[in-house]
């Protein structure tokens, strides 16, 4: 199944995902798409303009270009999953996608998808890191 | 009857615009109202909502929204409102419009201000909420009976429809000079063609900005804002009174998107900052190509919009671009493409995300007689437009059709 993650650039939660045999979408996932399919002579820019613009289908033309332009990116996935796994307050080494109005957008096209959600706080010590580890392979078989 | 239009907002008072809003209501008969909500009442509404803002006065809007949701209050139309170029304040807004347009019937309208918001730019919204809220049978009308006259004094062009039965009989526009000279003129044109005495028409429903010059003038039963006066007239053009659609009306001088339930408006954005995204701009562009406005439609059909860059959001810079391009040695025809698109581009990015777009998409209109622009905004959303036959008299069409209510 297809297993959205948030954080999206998490390496953490795409490992998981991955390991518990489903297929993690992520900004790793978009981006690389993009790297792969530009042209010769193009600058090295991951986001176009037309990415932008597709943006606007996610948040108006009043919203700031590089929300639209993230949400261009994790907006179709969202889309497509069949599951997420959200984690909150993570610090930002473990996966941040550098702007809190796309976080919080993020958060709300999951929840409005209405599919089955897996919502993990970062763990603190050892205990929580192994609880979380449980937690998420819990889930994620149960995808299955 | 006071109309109570539940505002959803977000920094209205520190923007010095709250009279304002509420000069605007009171001037329509209506009444600003706050759903009540109790501190324990927010964290609840903006869990189940999904979107957590930062700001509160967000979280409060929410709160609002759900109460009127859950029928916890009870109010007749809602106004969603929050400060220009907040980026959390408008995703929050357009959410929750569609939020209180999934779980109630209410009318909704959104708007983001500015410290320079004035009244007299939310009277016609304003006016059009308590039209839907006032005037549900007269808006479920789908037949026009009698003979009655539609006047639509719009910032381009004026127009005149006499109807019989259900029919157009007599039509005529010119260009926008004197409101009542202008009105006086078609309506003469259109009651000759269709062969009737102005002592046989039975009433008249005007239209436009000019419509209360006009309804004084003429004794109209029936004076009214264009939104609903438009939507009217655009389903019963297009034959599609019933279901939903899409009405995109790129104006003289503003554009209105309006979605539409059974005929009658229940969400609509009106832009018109800037000409560069209307018809001006397009009459503009025809001007410096030297060709008649009726002509370039034709032309930019024959040309691709991406040989020739015209991108801007203000026709100052919009002609800028359009004499830099045939500067350049760009053919007519890509820069009348070009223009064409621009606008299309601009409607799409300014008004259409206000709105969740309903098929059919129907385009009304002068506008809509200039097909290069029909198929740029085709292009844009993925989908032709429907274009009725006499798509530019929508407004005055709708003003007959509604004025035989009265009879």
Same mark, same amino acid.
């Given at each position: 199944m297809k297993v959205f993650i948030d #954080?999206?650039?998490?390496l953490v939660l795409f490992d998981l995902v991955e390991r518990f045999g489903h297929e993690p979408l992520s900004t790793m996932a978009a981006i690389q798409e993009r790297v792969d399919n530009l042209?010769? $002579? !193009?600058? #090295?820019?991951?986001?176009?303009l037309d990415d932008v613009v597709k943006g606007l289908k996610y948040a108006g033309v009043e919203v700031p270009s590089g929300v639209r332009g993230r949400l261009a990116l994790w907006g179709p996935m969202i889309e497509s999953a069949d599951a997420a796994i959200v984690m909150d $307050?993570? #610090?930002?080494?473990?996966?941040?996608?550098?702007c809190e109005r796309s976080n919080l957008m993020v958060k709300y096209l999951i929840k409005r998808r209405g599919i089955p959600v897996l919502y993990v706080t970062y763990p603190e010590d050892e205990d929580q890191a192994t609880n979380f580890v449980a937690q998420t392979k819990e889930f994620l078989e149960g995808l299955k | 009857m006071t109309i109570k239009i539940a505002q959803l907002s977000c920094g209205t008072e520190y923007s010095s615009v709250q009279y304002e809003i509420e000069k605007a209501a009171r001037s329509v008969g209506a009444k600003i109202v706050y759903p009540d909500v109790s501190a324990a009442d927010i964290d609840d509404a903006v869990k189940r909502f999904g979107f957590n803002p930062r700001s509160p006065q967000l979280k409060l809007m929410i709160a609002r929204a759900a109460k009127l949701a859950d029928g916890q209050y009870d109010a007749d139309a809602v106004f969603i409102t929050t400060c220009f170029r907040c980026a959390e304040a408008a995703l929050v807004r357009n959410e929750l419009r569609r939020f209180v347009q999934e779980n109630t019937r209410l009318p909704v309208v959104t708007y983001s201000f500015t410290e320079r918001l004035k009244a007299s730019q939310l009277l016609t919204r304003m006016e059009a909420l308590v039209t839907i809220v006032t005037r549900k049978e007269l808006l479920a009308r789908e037949r026009q009976t009698g003979i009655t006259v539609g006047l639509d004094s719009g910032s381009s062009t004026t127009k005149a429809v006499v109807m019989e039965d259900n029919r157009i009989i007599g039509k005529d526009w010119t260009p926008s000079g004197d409101v009542v000279a202008s009105a006086t003129h078609v309506l003469e044109n259109a009651l000759k063609m269709a062969g009737?005495? !102005?002592?046989?028409?039975e009433a008249i429903g005007t239209t436009g900005y000019g419509r209360f010059t006009l309804g004084e003038h003429f004794h109209a039963k029936l004076v009214q804002e264009e939104l609903t006066v438009n939507s009217k007239g655009a389903v019963w053009l297009a034959d599609r009174q019933r279901g939903e659609a899409t009405i995109i009306d790129i104006g003289g001088m503003d554009n209105k998107a309006i979605t539409v339930r059974d005929g009658v408006p229940d969400n609509f954005t009106m832009g018109g900052i800037c000409a560069g995204a209307s018809g001006r701009f397009l009459e503009m562009t025809s001007k410096r190509l030297k060709v008649d406005v009726t002509e370039l439609g034709a032309i930019a059909d024959r040309g691709d919009w991406r040989n020739a860059k015209m991108n801007s959001y203000c026709s100052v810079f919009g002609i800028q671009d359009l004499v830099t391009t045939l500067g350049e040695g760009k053919r007519f025809e890509d820069v009348a493409a070009a223009a064409c698109h621009s606008v299309a581009e601009q409607v799409y990015e *300014? *008004?259409?995300?206000?709105i969740d777009v309903r098929h059919p998409i129907i385009q009304v209109g002068g506008t809509s007689l200039i097909s290069g622009l029909v198929s740029a905004v085709g292009e844009v959303l993925g989908e032709r437009p429907i274009v009725p036959p006499d798509s530019q008299y929508i407004g005055a069409v709708g003003g007959a059709l509604l004025s035989s209510g009265f009879l």
């Open positions: #954080p999206p650039n998490s042209e010769v $002579d !193009m600058p #090295p820019m991951n986001v176009t $307050d993570c #610090p930002y080494s473990f996966g941040c996608v550098g | 009737i005495e !102005m002592k046989q028409v *300014q *008004q259409l995300q206000e």
